[in-house]
């Protein structure tokens, strides 16, 4: 590992130079970290600096922090990334404009991901497709039970495609707060309304039409585009 720090920022440097480390395989997933102390003796720096880029580093996901243990080398993954941009992405999310850039993203994530289930529908993804489908019919009219069984049919539309990283970025956005039920007085009008529409997405999909399946998705997500999160 380099130790010769620059004029930058103390924290900053020692960081990058963890991180150049660890990408080189110096320190692969699973391993440990010189501890605390044995960083500030190689850096030539105080405790803040070390423990202020350790922290940096487990915020982006490189690294496992346990009081006493020295710090552990995490495997990066797709879920991971998400968290290390998860606040900045919802810092964004009052102002309008960014806020439907990012549900315009879910759309199309969605959208992909059903034209490719339509293109080659797989028998077992589509019998979980439907068991999420016929899970959201049963849990209309109850608001908690339909929002858990409704994300969890679009998570399902997802997985059929299997692409972790695309899985991983819709995952997030719904956490983050893209979700947008639709809501109102006649909640039990606007669930059968709902699982209409997934009936439809369904159909298509189970019909190996590719185009279908994208009109279906594009018309149900649109008519939430502008609802307001409800938490």
Known sequence: MDT?????RL??????AILK?????????????????QLMEMFDVGRPSV????????????LRLQRGIAPVVVEPTPESAMQAIGDMVQAMLPDTTRRSDFYDLR???????VMDAARQPNPEDLARIEAALDACAAAAGRAAAFREADV????????????????ALHAALLEWGLYHPEEGPERRAIHARVVSQHRAIVEAIRSGDPLAAADAVRAHLMTRRDQPQSN
């Open 11 to 16: 924290s900053e440097q020692i960081e990058e």
């Open 152 to 167: 969890a049919f679009h998570r399902q539309l997802m997985a059929a495609q299997g692409n972790a990283v695309a899985g």
């Open 51 to 62: 423990k202020e880029a350790l922290l940096m580093l487990e915020r982006k996901g490189f």
């Open 4 to 8: 010769e720090l620059g004029r930058i």
């Open 21 to 37: 480390a660890i990408r080189a395989g110096e320190f692969p997933p699973g391993t440990k970290l010189p501890s605390e102390r």
């Open 107 to 113: 759309i199309m994530l969605e959208t992909s991901a």
